[in-house]
Every structure is written in structure tokens, then in C-alpha cells.
């Protein structure tokens, strides 16, 4: 870095009006790309297998097995392309620029079938209201190439202290994962419980989609970048147990919609307090404790102190030979 550059915000400034078109058509890419993973991988249970990572630029599959090895997709927020790497070592790259979302699935169909990789899903999106079939959308065009950096330096910062939060339990817990579906980072714990069979009710989505996904008790927390003025954090409890709506939460910016069906902590609010970090883990960690309480968890057998090795792995670093001059 030169004495010119500065170092990006970690908590950076997006409103989700600014970017609105572009969120959209970004919403039917990774619709795209989280239906050929679907295509190629085997079911891991509540579909865990079908979501995104965040990566050091931007959002990946990581590797998706098929017949001759396998490959992996990247959307690339800083160079802004599509990378498709094949374990053969052959790639290929889609650009992200504006572009109707029938273009894109079209470059990016026959980009795969260059690198020997079929392409065969359901070609239309789910869990939205109007389900355009991806070659037939040319509706959704936009890409502002600085709104998706900071939307991704947003999930930077979000991923990073949801690592953290999930660090604290040893039971069940999902990956911190970005769903394609509602486009939300996510990370969910369970009880261990069975949960009543979930209704449904997503638009243009099965239902059996939704009774794989909330098969078992659970306290689900994520953010969502289309809600509010600059995103949100929100968290929830399948099944809702008595009491929780009303359960006091922080930090005090954070309330229950009842519209929702769960609590919500604006983005700004956290991007605006003394330490971004502490405010959200107090909203995770809040949450949390309504739907585990609540709902009678076993906590002292599900959580666990991240750092409980810690004074081991000090003792190994203080004993560890230095080198010469150091």
C-alpha cells in the first residue's frame, strides 16, 4: 500500500436504495450459480450443500465434485469476474458487467460445457415473487461494479464476527454460509431436537424445500442486504418459543417485527457504534439466549469457550525456539 491509498471501511456505507437494480440482477446470478452446485453435489442436511463462502474477493462455491474431478466458481468483487476453475487445470471467466441476466446464463452455460462440465438445472428462480426463467430474463441487466465491492466488504465484516459467534458452540451448527434463495448470510444452531413440521410457504418453492430446512429445533442469525436502509442483521427461532417477541435483546437499536417474525438490528446501527464488533455479537448472542432459554436448550452441554486451549497453546508458543536474532 502507498502513502496514497488508504485502507478500505470495514463497515462500509451502502444504502440499499443506491443499489437496488444492481442487488437484483446479482440475485439472479447467484441464483444461477447456487443451482449448478445444487446440480452436482450430494445432500448435506437443511441444504447446506447448495450455499456460498465468503472469500478473500468475493463469493465462492468452494470445490463441487463431478465425473472427471472437480471445479469451482467464484464471483470475483475486485476484478469483477466470474472465475470457473476445473481441477484439470483449465478455467474460464465470465465478466461482470451490466448485462441482462440471459446473457449471463448463457456465457456462463457455455463457459461449463467448454470445460467438459454439463450444465442442467431448474432455470428459473426460487423464493421470489416473480420467477422469470433465467433465459428469458432481460429484466435484471444492472451491475454497478463499486455497489457489489462494498456489498461484499460488507459480508466481509459481517462473516468475520459470525465466525466468531459460532466459535462459542459445539453442538449442531451450520457453516456461516450465504443462502442464494432469500440472499442472506447465515449461520443456524440446534438444540438437537426434532421441530414440528414447517409449513411452507415460500414463493415459487416447494414445500418439502422448507421441511428439509427447519427439520430440527433451531436459533438461526444472519444478515440480509436488502432491508431497512442499509441491510440488517436479523435473528429467529423455528419453532418460535413462548415469550420470545417480548424477550429484552441488544443492542437498544435491535427490535422484534412482528411482520417478520423475528428481530432485527438495523446495519447502520452497527456500523455507527463505538465498536461494530461488540454491538452485533451482543445482538447474536441476545438472541440467542431468547430462543435457548425460551425454548429450554441445554446449554451448558451445546457451548464452550473458544479459547479454552488457549493457555496450552501459549505454553507451546513461550516454549518454542526462536531464531537467531529474533
Not at 410457504?201 to 442469525?221: F, K, Q, R, T
Not at 438472541?287 to 425460551?294: F, K, N, P, R, V
Request: with cysteine.
Amino acid at each position: 500500500m502507498t502513502g496514497s491509498e488508504t485502507a478500505p471501511e470495514p463497515w462500509p456505507v451502502l444504502r440499499v436504495d443506491d443499489w437496488t437494480p444492481t442487488r437484483e440482477t446479482l440475485h439472479m446470478w447467484t441464483q444461477i450459480i447456487g443451482k449448478i452446485r445444487l446440480s452436482h453435489t450430494p445432500l448435506v442436511n437443511h441444504w447446506w450443500q447448495v450455499t456460498f463462502y465468503v472469500s478473500p474477493r468475493g463469493l465462492t462455491t468452494s470445490a463441487i465434485p463431478h465425473p472427471a474431478g472437480c471445479f469451482d466458481i467464484e464471483f470475483d468483487f475486485l476484478d469483477h469476474r466470474l472465475h470457473i476453475r476445473s481441477s484439470d487445470g483449465r478455467s474460464r471467466q465470465v465478466a461482470l458487467e451490466p448485462k441482462p441476466v440471459a446473457v449471463f446464463y448463457a456465457e456462463t452455460v457455455a463457459a461449463l460445457e467448454e470445460l467438459g462440465i454439463p450444465v442442467r438445472i431448474e432455470a428459473k428462480p426460487n423464493e421470489v415473487e416473480l420467477a422469470i426463467p433465467f433465459a428469458d430474463d432481460y429484466e435484471h441487466r444492472s451491475y454497478d461494479a463499486a455497489a457489489a465491492t462494498l456489498f461484499w466488504r460488507q459480508l466481509l465484516a459481517a462473516d468475520r464476527v459470525m465466525h466468531e459467534f459460532r466459535a462459542r458452540f459445539i453442538g449442531k451448527v451450520s457453516p456461516v454460509h450465504f443462502f442464494w434463495g432469500a440472499m442472506d448470510l447465515a449461520c443456524t444452531r440446534f438444540s438437537g431436537r426434532a421441530a414440528p413440521r414447517h409449513p411452507g410457504g415460500a414463493p415459487n418453492c416447494g414445500d418439502w424445500v422448507m421441511i428439509e430446512g427447519y427439520s430440527h429445533e433451531l436459533s438461526s442469525c444472519g444478515f440480509w442486504p436488502g432491508g431497512g436502509s442499509e441491510g440488517a442483521f436479523y435473528a429467529y427461532a423455528y419453532p418460535e418459543p413462548a415469550g420470545f417477541a417480548e424477550h429484552p435483546v441488544g443492542p437498544r437499536e435491535a427490535f422484534y417485527s412482528r411482520e417478520n417474525g423475528q428481530f432485527l438490528l438495523p446495519y447502520e446501527a452497527v456500523r455507527t457504534a463505538p465498536t461494530p464488533e461488540r454491538a452485533l455479537l451482543e445482538f447474536l448472542e441476545t438472541t440467542y439466549e431468547a430462543a435457548a432459554d425460551l425454548g429450554h436448550w441445554d446449554r451448558a452441554a451445546l457451548e464452550a469457550d473458544p479459547h479454552r486451549w488457549k493457555h496450552k497453546r501459549r505454553a507451546h508458543e513461550m516454549g518454542t525456539p526462536r531464531p537467531p536474532g529474533e
